[in-house]
């Protein structure tokens, strides 16, 4: 069997670009450090949300030294909190994000970041960013949630150390 030079060519090229996304995908699972979101978070009661420790009062809890858990309820349509007030962090922080649905599955993004789950009714999503310097972020649900999911969002406020009111964090 005779193959002309150009299937030659195009085999050789073919065959290289599959190892080279197969060492993509590889690279991104082992090297880049991409985590993907485990269910780590545990379980809660969407329709008893209002009877959670946290969740009951959703906001931004001090954990650590510069460490923040930020607790968030996804529901039609807006981010609680985030959407009518901003999620408040200082610069220079460990933020983790816990995230859940009180009623139908939406997302959460961070925009311009890595930051970014479904929001799953009776599900907690866990995530946790580096917030650096100051800026204002948007949010973002990403999953179509129903018929005013194009207006799903909020804001993500990372204020420098000194302009941080802890008095307003929960907890």
Same mark, same amino acid.
């Given at each position: 069997?005779?193959?002309?030079?150009?299937?030659? &060519?195009?085999?050789?090229?073919?065959? &290289?670009?599959?190892? !080279?996304?197969?060492?993509?995908?590889?690279?991104?699972?082992?090297?880049?450090?991409?985590?993907?979101?485990?269910?780590?978070?545990?379980?809660?009661?969407?329709?008893?949300?209002?009877?959670?420790?946290?969740?009951?009062?959703?906001?931004?809890?001090?954990?650590?030294?510069?460490?923040?858990?930020?607790?968030?309820?996804?529901?039609?349509?807006?981010?609680?909190?985030?959407?009518?007030?901003?999620?408040?962090?200082?610069?220079?922080?460990?933020?983790?994000?816990?995230?859940?649905?009180?009623?139908?599955?939406?997302?959460?993004?961070?925009?311009?970041?890595?930051?970014?789950?479904?929001?799953?009714? !009776?599900?907690?999503?866990?995530?946790?960013?580096?917030?650096?310097?100051?800026?204002?972020?948007? &949010?973002?649900?990403?999953?179509?949630?129903?018929?005013?999911?194009?207006?799903?969002?909020?804001? &993500?406020?990372?204020?420098?150390?000194?302009?941080?009111? !802890?008095?307003?964090?929960?907890?």
């Amino acid at each position: 069997m005779e193959i002309h030079d150009y299937e030659k &060519l195009w085999l050789g090229l073919a065959l &290289l670009l599959i190892v !080279g996304f197969i060492a993509t995908v590889a690279y991104g699972a082992v090297g880049a450090g991409v985590a993907m979101v485990d269910d780590e978070g545990g379980t809660v009661d969407p329709n008893a949300l209002d009877q959670h420790p946290k969740f009951s009062d959703p906001g931004v809890y001090e954990s650590g030294d510069g460490e923040y858990d930020v607790y968030v309820i996804a529901r039609q349509y807006m981010f609680q909190p985030g959407t009518q007030e901003p999620i408040e962090v200082p610069a220079n922080s460990t933020v983790t994000f816990h995230v859940t649905s009180a009623d139908v599955i939406h997302g959460f993004e961070v925009v311009g970041t890595n930051a970014n789950t479904m929001a799953i009714p !009776g599900e907690v999503a866990t995530i946790t960013v580096e917030v650096s310097s100051p800026g204002k972020y948007g &949010l973002l649900c990403n999953e179509y949630c129903g018929g005013g999911h194009h207006g799903m969002e909020g804001t &993500l406020r990372v204020v420098p150390r000194t302009e941080f009111n !802890g008095t307003e964090v929960s907890g």
